[in-house]
C-alpha cells in the first residue's frame, strides 16, 4: 500500500482544488494554460501559501471537492489552522492578522474526519492549511464523464510542475460519489486513450509565471483562493 493510500485511509489527505487548464492558442499552437498552477506552486516554494481554502477527504465516504482537479496534500507536514463542515466563507490569512471566517466546527481535523466518518457527511467541508511543498503529495482528477479530457490537462500540469519544482507528481483518480482513491498507472495504453480524448497532440503548456515577478504573482492569485 503507498503511502499517500495510507494517508488516505487515516484520514489525513487533504485536496486542494485548483482550476482545470484551459486551451488557448499562443502563437499558432494550441496549449494549455497553466498559470494558476505555477502561481501556486510559486507561492508555496516561497512559504507564502497559506491560509487557503482546501476540503478534507475522508476514506468510503463521497466528500464533495470544489472542483474537478487538485492536488494531495498530507495533513501531518501542512499547518491546519481552521476546520469548518461547510464553506466557512474564509478570507485573508493567519499570517497578516486578518483571517475571517464562520465559527470552526472542530478543534482538530481527526474530529472533523470521524464525524465525517461516522455521520456520512457528504457536502464539502473547508479546511483552511498553510502548504509547504513537502506536504504536496499527488496530483487528482475527480471521476467524471469527462474524465479523460481532464487527465490530457493534468499531463500538462505534471510536466509543468516538474520542469517548476523538479517534482514528477503522481496522478490520482478520486471517486466522489463513493469516496473510493486510487493512483493511476500511467501505461502507455492509458497515454493512447487519454490522447484520442482531444485533438491536442502533446502535453504544450505555457504560463505567465515569473519568479522575477514574485509579488506580482502573489497578488495574481488572490481571486483564485
Same mark, same amino acid.
Given at each position: 500500500?503507498?503511502? =499517500?493510500?495510507?494517508?488516505?485511509?487515516? #484520514?489525513?489527505?487533504?485536496?486542494?482544488?485548483?482550476?482545470?487548464?484551459?486551451?488557448?492558442? =499562443?502563437?499558432? %499552437? @494550441?496549449?494549455?494554460? *497553466?498559470? @494558476?498552477?505555477?502561481?501556486?506552486?510559486?507561492?508555496?516554494? !516561497?512559504?507564502?501559501?497559506?491560509?487557503?481554502?482546501?476540503?478534507?477527504?475522508?476514506?468510503?465516504?463521497?466528500?464533495?471537492?470544489?472542483?474537478? =482537479? #487538485?492536488?494531495?496534500?498530507?495533513?501531518?507536514? +501542512?499547518?491546519?489552522? !481552521?476546520?469548518?463542515?461547510?464553506?466557512?466563507?474564509?478570507?485573508?490569512?493567519?499570517?497578516?492578522?486578518?483571517?475571517?471566517?464562520? !465559527?470552526?466546527?472542530?478543534?482538530?481535523?481527526?474530529?472533523? +474526519?470521524?464525524?465525517?466518518?461516522?455521520?456520512?457527511?457528504?457536502?464539502?467541508?473547508? @479546511?483552511?492549511?498553510?502548504?509547504?511543498?513537502?506536504?504536496? =503529495?499527488?496530483?487528482? @482528477?475527480?471521476? *467524471?464523464?469527462?474524465?479523460?479530457? !481532464?487527465?490530457? $490537462?493534468?499531463? +500538462?500540469?505534471?510536466? *509543468?510542475?516538474?520542469?517548476?519544482?523538479? &517534482?514528477?507528481? +503522481? &496522478?490520482? %483518480?478520486?471517486?466522489?460519489? *463513493?469516496?473510493?482513491?486510487?493512483?493511476? $498507472?500511467?501505461?502507455?495504453?492509458?497515454?493512447?486513450?487519454?490522447?484520442?480524448?482531444?485533438?491536442?497532440?502533446?502535453?504544450?503548456?505555457?504560463?505567465?509565471?515569473?519568479?522575477?515577478?514574485?509579488?506580482?504573482?502573489?497578488?495574481?492569485? &488572490?481571486?483564485?483562493?
Amino acid at each position: 500500500m503507498s503511502y =499517500v493510500t495510507n494517508k488516505y485511509n487515516e #484520514g489525513k489527505l487533504i485536496i486542494r482544488a485548483v482550476d482545470l487548464p484551459m486551451l488557448h492558442k =499562443v502563437n499558432d %499552437e @494550441v496549449k494549455y494554460d *497553466c498559470s @494558476v498552477w505555477t502561481t501556486e506552486f510559486d507561492m508555496i516554494m !516561497h512559504d507564502e501559501f497559506e491560509s487557503v481554502s482546501s476540503t478534507l477527504l475522508v476514506p468510503n465516504v463521497g466528500v464533495k471537492t470544489y472542483k474537478s =482537479v #487538485g492536488f494531495l496534500v498530507d495533513s501531518d507536514l +501542512a499547518t491546519i489552522q !481552521h476546520v469548518a463542515l461547510t464553506d466557512s466563507v474564509s478570507s485573508g490569512s493567519f499570517k497578516n492578522g486578518d483571517f475571517h471566517a464562520a !465559527h470552526s466546527d472542530f478543534e482538530t481535523l481527526q474530529q472533523a +474526519a470521524d464525524y465525517i466518518k461516522n455521520n456520512n457527511y457528504t457536502p464539502m467541508n473547508e @479546511v483552511n492549511i498553510s502548504i509547504p511543498l513537502n506536504s504536496v =503529495v499527488g496530483l487528482v @482528477v475527480i471521476k *467524471c464523464n469527462n474524465e479523460l479530457k !481532464h487527465l490530457k $490537462a493534468m499531463l +500538462a500540469v505534471r510536466k *509543468c510542475l516538474y520542469e517548476l519544482t523538479g &517534482i514528477e507528481f +503522481a &496522478i490520482f %483518480e478520486y471517486d466522489s460519489s *463513493c469516496g473510493i482513491l486510487k493512483e493511476l $498507472a500511467l501505461t502507455d495504453e492509458l497515454i493512447e486513450t487519454i490522447n484520442s480524448a482531444t485533438d491536442v497532440n502533446k502535453y504544450d503548456y505555457y504560463t505567465n509565471y515569473s519568479d522575477e515577478i514574485y509579488e506580482g504573482s502573489i497578488n495574481n492569485v &488572490i481571486k483564485h483562493l
